[in-house]
């Protein structure tokens, strides 16, 4: 069992502690809900999931290739959520921003994985560095306290989900031997930066804690 499963204990016991601080002051109003109440999160761990099955074949291009498939499909669903049921203008762009890029990207993994069968000499590293980026990201998403907030909530598993997703092209570059994967890592990891910028300016001028 992964060690992010037992994060969402302490994520409930930390949104307890601020919910009861911020009720001492009730101009605050602050809110959180549980994550399992939360659609994000529920996408989260599903991805999860679907990724920890993967089955592996030490070849990083093409294990990078797999997973990403999988983390992009991850993004789209949660930002086909905030389209249909978020009210932010900006976060409703930013959604579609993200949905366009990937499922263009997801075409380039394809097309890839369809012409490069997987081949020696194996990397275990670099799916040690893929496991290690999945599991900072969920205990990054456990310790969010969430507000059922869609836009919100959406914002700020995204800066997370990105976040790993960068981790993972970066062990790309470091560990690849494809040039097409590798540039593609690249400009995953530029998108994706400017992207966590826009999220997190979005997040400071909307702040609720």
Not at 41 to 56: E, F, P, S, V
Not at 113 to 126: D, R, W
Request: charged share 25%; glycine share 2%.
């Amino acid at each position: 069992m992964l060690r992010s499963l037992r994060f969402p204990l302490f994520a409930c016991l930390l949104a307890f502690t601020t919910l009861t601080a911020c009720n001492k002051d009730d101009s605050d109003g602050l809110k959180v809900q549980a994550h399992d109440d939360n659609v994000f999160m529920r996408m989260m761990h599903d991805m999860m999931t679907q990724m920890m099955a993967m089955t592996k074949t030490q070849d990083p291009d093409n294990d990078f290739a797999m997973m990403m498939k999988m983390h992009h499909q991850g993004a789209i669903t949660m930002s086909q959520e905030e389209l249909r049921s978020g009210k932010d203008a900006d976060m409703k762009r930013m959604a579609q921003t993200i949905i366009t890029k990937q499922q263009a990207e997801i075409q380039q993994l394809d097309a890839f994985l369809s012409s490069h069968p997987a081949h020696a000499p194996a990397v275990p590293a670099f799916n040690t560095k893929q496991m290690e980026s999945m599991e900072r990201m969920m205990q990054a998403n456990d310790l969010r306290p969430l507000t059922g907030d869609i836009d919100y909530d959406f914002a700020q598993l995204m800066v997370d989900h990105h976040r790993s997703a960068m981790e993972n092209s970066q062990a790309e570059i470091e560990y690849g031997r494809e040039n097409a994967m590798k540039t593609l890592a690249h400009n995953i990891i530029d998108d994706q930066e400017m992207e966590i910028k826009d999220l997190q300016a979005w997040l400071l001028a909307h702040k609720k804690f």
